[in-house]
């Protein structure tokens, strides 16, 4: 099976050892990976300022190279995908050529856990794990995109990690993009509050499948002088094969 | 905090509620009852979804017809007994409301929780007109002796912690020091008492007006609403016009949803249905029965993209779960109503230029979708609010020139990877200007991006 993936800008400028464990993991299943050139970002922070058509400037971008390819579109982040499937289609819908390519590449677009779990079957197999972790379900997988048992089926093959809960798991992390840089104060006051939960888990990794996420997650962390891991789903996964 | 509007210093307002500890633990203790009761008030119910479901197109069916649903319910109403007026914004309906008072010699009102008359801002346009208004809400008449506004729409003082509460009513009331919740409910019951007794009217909102029958319908859980609307001899209910029902067959489905979304009951201590006015041989009900329908923007939202909103009916359920509000607490959106419902009829009942800030006060976590007990996309409308922003010119010229350039790079890849470099080159001076509230937040971009990285 050939998967076109699609690392995200995030993955591309700051954490490329994302977009290399998700590769690892779906060549080690058997998909030959395609990173088709030229891929920038969905849009997403133009989309969700208000700038409908600045991001359909990217969203044009995005399906011209996507739609030149075939087969399922692989992504490390729940955010990206739920862009690509529920907004593509509503912010072309008016311009003819564009809103069949929008409605064509939405319905091939998956969630990396969502693909591994509901088309490679990774799941079914074991990989080794270790030390406590914690999982962030961050909101735009869950709540936009659906995908809520996907990383804790893959969680429970990760043989010999001890998976502790979360307290206030649903909760958002006070990532939300833009929110960050427009609503600082609040969005620290949310990962410190998410950091403390974690810290409260007795997690020595927070584990989750959004990189923004994360990321926001480590600040809190660090801001409390933590210990703790945070690691992309993909890279706990790739290094237990 | 006043009456004056200060949404326009969200994000101040926020950073000083984040460093009010009290404040914190005061929302986070509340938001968490309520959302916990909440959840184990449906977890009894069989089928919410389809409750949902069944709620939002009733709802919708009422906006979809609304100048009839309007005309039948002043008909009934009329019919009933009472009087029924329209008010077309604040101001005429805060007229209306004091010169009914004025012209009846009223001195005193006692009054319900009603979170209209906050957007009216009818307490110090009637004290202005030398009228005494009394909340008679327990929540609602601990803010007012605080000189304060509610700052949730169903746990008006959710804010305040009862040591705050007891060294108010020790100071306002002249009685012993107390935080015992009990003491201070009884010692607010006592004074409130004579009050109701001595009234010349009352005043109240309503949760639903009912088109069929012109019956208001209150859910309470104090008493004080049914007192208020039965003891003065005048009675005066503002509603805004979209929160009419077809027919009393339609309300079951909200007494099911209402009180369990709001509190987590499975229903309210009260449940008042009040047609007209006191019949020949009744006990109890006012002599007299204004209602007054309020549009205040209304019919101009009905019309638009974000229309849904008015299916709201008030429940507060959103807020409970929003991440922002249950960080800032109500004040802080500066007008009326807060949280996710807030923000959004802030800026539509308010108008883009006093409140752009707010459209910003959410992560679009979807929380608040998932509680709305009448299904509105709350982050879908809060996404066009964003778009509207932008097309209104108030998002800045520095976000404007970010963002066509954002638009340039992302469908240039060159570009784009050179402006990733370029960030990696600079990024001392990118912290140093983005400080540490975004750029000190983010690690630093990798030496060999993930592209580079595949070729």
């Given at each position: 099976m ?7 800008c ?5 954490f ?15 998909a ?5 050139a ?48 529920h ?9 003819p ?7 064509a ?43 809520r ?28 993009g ?36 994360l ?5 809190g ?21 | 905090?006043?009456?004056?509007q200060?949404?326009?210093?969200f ?31 449906f ?25 009839a649903?309007l ?18 914004d ?7 409301v004091a ?19 906050e ?55 002249g ?55 039965t ?23 909200f ?6 979304s ?113 299904k ?43 402006g ?33 990285r595949?070729?």
């Open positions: 050939r998967v076109q993936l699609f690392g995200t995030l993955v591309d400028a700051l490329p050892e994302v977009g290399e464990a998700t590769v690892k993991l779906l060549r080690h299943f058997g030959e990976v395609d990173y088709p030229g891929q920038t970002c969905c849009g997403q922070p133009a989309f969700n300022a208000g700038y409908r058509a600045e991001a359909a400037a990217a969203a044009r971008h995005f399906l011209d190279i996507f739609a030149a390819t075939e087969g399922p579109i692989v992504t490390p982040s729940g955010s990206c995908a739920a862009m690509v499937k907004h593509y289609p509503a912010l072309l819908q008016d311009e050529g564009m809103s069949g390519k929008a409605a590449v939405a319905g091939r677009i998956y969630e990396l856990s969502q693909f591994l779990v509901g088309v490679l079957r990774a799941h079914e197999r074991g990989f080794a794990g270790r030390g406590r972790i914690t999982y962030h379900s961050s909101c735009h997988l869950t709540r936009s995109l659906g995908v048992e996907e990383p804790l089926a893959l969680l429970a093959a990760l043989r010999g990690a001890e998976i502790v809960p979360l307290s206030d798991a649903t909760r958002c992390c006070g990532f939300g833009m929110f960050m840089a427009k609503l600082p104060e609040i969005s620290c006051a949310l990962a410190d509050e998410k950091a403390g939960a974690i810290l409260a888990s007795g997690a020595d990794t927070v584990t989750g499948c959004d990189s923004g996420c990321m926001n997650i480590a600040d962390l660090k801001k409390r002088g933590s210990q703790v891991r945070v690691a992309h789903l993909a890279q706990l996964l790739a290094e237990g094969l | 905090m006043s009456a004056e200060t949404s326009l210093q994000r101040a307002n926020a950073a000083r509620a984040i460093n009010d500890p009290q404040l914190r633990a005061a929302l986070r203790n509340a938001t968490d009852t309520f959302g916990q009761r909440r959840e184990s008030a977890a009894t119910l069989p089928d919410l979804e389809a409750l949902r479901e069944r709620a939002s197109a009733i709802r919708l069916e009422v906006l979809n017809h609304l100048p649903y005309e039948q319910f002043t008909a009934n109403a009329s019919a009933a007994g009472a009087i029924v007026h329209r008010a077309a604040a101001a005429a309906a805060r007229e209306l010169g009914l008072l004025k012209a009846r010699g009223v001195t005193m009102v006692a009054k319900s929780k009603s979170m209209v008359s957007e009216i801002h009818l307490n110090p346009y009637l004290e202005a007109a030398g009228i005494e208004v009394v909340e008679t809400d327990l929540g609602e008449y601990i803010i007012q002796l605080e000189h304060e506004t509610p700052s949730h729409i169903i746990v008006p003082a959710i804010h305040k912690s009862r040591q705050q509460v007891g060294r108010l009513f020790a100071e306002r009331l009685i012993p020091y107390s935080d015992d919740p009990q003491v201070l409910t009884r010692t607010a019951r006592a004074v409130l008492r004579d009050k109701f007794l001595a009234a010349g009217a009352g005043l109240s909102g309503a949760n639903f007006g009912i088109a069929a029958s012109g019956s208001l319908a209150l859910f309470t859980n104090e008493g004080n609403g049914r007192m208020v609307t003891l003065p001899p005048l009675h005066i209910a503002v509603l805004s016009i979209e929160k009419l029902l077809p027919s009393l067959r339609e309300l079951p489905t007494i099911r949803l209402l009180p369990r709001a509190t987590g009951q499975a229903i309210t201590s009260y449940l008042s249905l009040i047609t007209g006015t006191r019949r020949p041989g009744e006990a109890t009900g006012a002599e007299e029965l204004h209602i007054v329908l309020l549009d205040n923007g209304r019919s101009e939202i009905l019309k638009g993209a974000c229309r849904e909103m008015l299916k709201c009916i008030r429940c507060g359920a959103c807020m409970n779960v929003c991440p922002v509000y249950r960080t800032v607490g109500g004040h802080a959106y500066g007008w009326t109503y807060p949280g996710p419902m807030g923000l959004i009829l802030t800026n539509l009942l308010a108008g883009m230029e006093t409140s752009y800030p707010l459209v910003d006060a959410s992560t679009l976590c979807g929380a608040c979708v998932e509680v709305c007990p009448v509105i996309p709350l982050v879908e409308l809060i996404l066009e609010l964003r778009r509207r922003r932008v097309r209104d010119g108030f998002s800045g010229s520095a976000t404007d020139l970010g963002m066509r350039l954002f638009a340039r790079a992302a469908s240039a890849p060159k570009l784009f990877n050179w990733e470099r370029l960030a990696r080159i600079c990024w001392p001076a990118v912290r140093r200007i983005g400080g540490k509230n975004v750029a000190g937040r983010l690690p630093r971009p990798a030496a060999k991006p993930f592209h580079a595949m070729k």
